[in-house]
């Protein structure tokens, strides 16, 4: 049982990005999601999450306005919407279920965990 995300891909700066993650059974419809990326050489980062609902979006300060997380449940996927990004936004983006109610900025709050998906901005 595992997400799988798709819509990585190369862009330009500036350009706009939509990655998908698609997490089917009830194992993932009864849970928070959220989407990390990883830099090279860097530590995995939070990005955003979302409640079961989808009433509730957490983000990192430093991409609130940017980015964007959604939920389609009837489609068992959760989007990320990014916009104008920057060669900083380049890494692995990686969809994950919150397994409980800690800290859902912390990767260690996550139990299933997708592969990910390439993101590479260029100037």
């Known amino acids: 049982v595992q997400p799988v995300e798709s819509g990585g891909g190369t862009v330009q700066a500036g350009d706009s990005l939509t990655l998908s993650c698609l997490a089917s059974?009830?194992?993932?419809?009864?849970?928070?999601i959220a989407w990390f990326r990883q830099a090279p050489g860097k530590a995995r980062e939070f990005v955003a999450a979302?409640?079961?609902?989808?009433?509730?979006?957490l983000y990192a300060d430093s991409l609130k306005g940017r980015f964007s997380i959604s939920r389609d449940r009837a489609k068992d996927t959760v989007y990320l919407q990014m916009n104008s990004l920057n060669p900083e936004d380049t890494g692995v983006y990686s969809c994950?279920?919150?397994?409980?109610?800690?800290?859902?900025?912390?990767?260690?709050?996550?139990?299933?965990w997708g592969q990910g998906t390439q993101v590479t901005v260029s100037s």
């Open positions: 059974g009830r194992t993932f419809s009864d849970s928070t």
């Open positions: 979302i409640s079961r609902s989808g009433a509730v979006t």
């Open positions: 994950a279920r919150a397994s409980g109610e800690d800290d859902y900025y912390s990767e260690s709050t996550y139990d299933y």
